[in-house]
């Protein structure tokens, strides 16, 4: 029977604390279990529960993509359908694609390869039905006032569309980040209901928030995450509509370094890889951001104003080993000082670090919830892993539900359409339509090359 299947584990909102001493713990297992019942982790079992079918199935939209990375509304009737490698479309709810833009030759990417570089957010401003604009984070070659040695320059640039297309030479670069490794750039965005752009901004690459070689010069040495001066490894919120201070947007008043302190652009910090972000149409509108791992935890985050997220100082609930990621600390390897961090409302294992309980490799964001097609799911935040295998497509679907007291419940969500332990696809993304139905992005090979990307919704099994 095609079940949705229960992990019997919660997670709270909470602040660091010091937590148990894991150095004379005989093994990683014990370990996490004991730091997790420090941490209010009900770990009493991490066995599957049926719950009974799923009542979900995915349909086939569209096939013959390589990477689909986005899918947002465009006009209630079309969604927009960006590709990571350049390619953006306009697609009919039977599937039909028309071209809407291509940024292939703006783009510094591995085509072939797996590349996490690319076309990474579209957004279209709030007012978009009257002024046309809208805005693209993408992986552009390294700007000229770059470190020479370092890989590219992420755009964040705002464009205005003429009917059914783009007009890429209307093209205003809003916000740059020069990037020193290809890896880790998040760049998704989205607007907030308070009108403002959100952007997604990772580490900087290589691992651990350290630099691959002291040449790179890529952080300082406790990490981009936790480094106020700089846009890596944050939650970024500019206005586009009030251009101030001699730049091409404006800083929110109540931004928490609007007067100093930091860089004024900064919401939030402590993040590693942002490969996800949305805000809840519904409920109390929260941000949801997930948060793609190093070797043990894969994350999902509601991003607050001036929240601190704890990397690299933390990985889930753990205290980050910079130097031995799969060996964490039992306290900080720097002094935070007064710093509160915020945990995870949702921390799964990742199986590098958990071979025998992990739940997959990276944790794919996605959307909670609000269409009408599926109530089983309504208000549950609906996520993936990217997969259980990074070369073999096993990825797999989740939902986050909350309960008494603010904790959060993961289970498996498994289609009916599709039997066993994973969907056979690499889940790239999900995608949302103006009805609050949700769509799921993948690809056969993990990587750019081929035309094996799909477009699946969530639709009533039996349809």
């Known amino acids: 029977m095609l079940t949705e299947r229960r992990y019997s584990f919660t997670v709270a909102l909470v602040t660091a604390a010091p937590i148990p001493t894991l150095a004379r713990m005989k093994s990683l297992r014990m370990s996490a279990r004991l730091l997790c019942a420090a941490l209010s982790f009900t770990a009493a079992s991490l066995a599957f529960a049926a719950e009974g079918k799923s009542g979900v199935a995915l349909k086939l939209v569209v096939t013959n993509l390589t990477a689909p990375a986005v899918l947002t509304d465009f006009d209630g009737k079309r969604v927009l359908v960006a590709e990571q490698v350049g390619p953006i479309h306009l697609m009919t709810p039977d599937g039909k694609l028309t071209p809407f833009a291509d ?200 991003i607050v104003k001036g929240g601190n997220y704890g990397w690299n100082l933390k990985e889930g609930a753990d205290w980050f080993n910079p130097k031995k990621e799969l060996a964490p600390l039992d306290k900080p390897y720097f002094d935070p000082g007064n710093a509160k961090l915020i945990d995870p409302i949702i921390a799964y294992e990742n199986i590098a670090g958990f071979p025998a309980e992990g739940k997959g490799k990276s944790v794919t964001g996605g959307y909670v919830y609000r269409g009408k097609a599926l109530p089983q799911l309504a208000g549950k935040y609906v996520f993936a892993d990217w997969s259980k295998n990074m070369g073999v497509a096993q990825g797999v679907l989740f939902t986050g539900t909350r309960g008494a007291g603010g904790k959060w419940t993961l289970a498996q969500l498994e289609p009916e359409s599709h039997a066993g332990q994973h969907i056979g696809a690499f889940v790239w993304a999900f995608g949302e339509d103006k009805d609050g139905e949700l769509y799921v992005l993948t690809n056969q090979t993990g990587a750019l090359g081929t035309k094996s990307g799909k477009i699946w919704k969530l639709v009533k099994s039996g349809n």
Not at 208 to 219: F, G, Y
Not at 284 to 299: A, H, T
């Open 103 to 302: 940024f292939t030759s703006k783009l510094k990417i591995n085509f072939g390869k797996f590349d996490e570089r690319g076309v990474l957010g579209v957004a279209l401003h709030p007012k978009f039905a009257a002024n046309h604009k809208f805005y693209v984070c993408y992986s552009a070659p390294l700007r000229s006032t770059a470190p020479t040695n370092w890989d590219h320059t992420m755009n964040i640039s705002e464009f205005t569309a003429k009917g059914d297309s783009a007009d890429l030479g209307t093209e205003r670069v809003l916000l740059q980040i020069d990037e020193p490794y290809f890896n880790h750039n998040g760049g998704r965005i989205c607007f907030g209901p308070d009108g403002h752009l959100y952007i997604g901004s990772g580490d900087g690459g290589h691992r651990n928030d350290i630099n691959k070689a002291d040449t790179d010069k890529a952080r300082g040495p406790q990490g981009n995450g936790q480094d106020l001066n700089t846009l890596m490894g944050k939650i970024l919120r500019i206005d586009v509509d009030k251009p101030a201070a001699g730049k091409l947007y404006g800083i929110p008043l109540d931004n928490p370094f609007a007067k100093g302190g930091g860089l004024p652009e900064i919401y939030a910090w402590g993040i590693r890889n942002p490969w996800g972000m949305s805000f809840d149409r519904g409920g109390q509108r929260e941000l949801f951001e997930v948060e793609v791992g190093q070797s043990r935890w894969e994350e999902v985050n509601i």
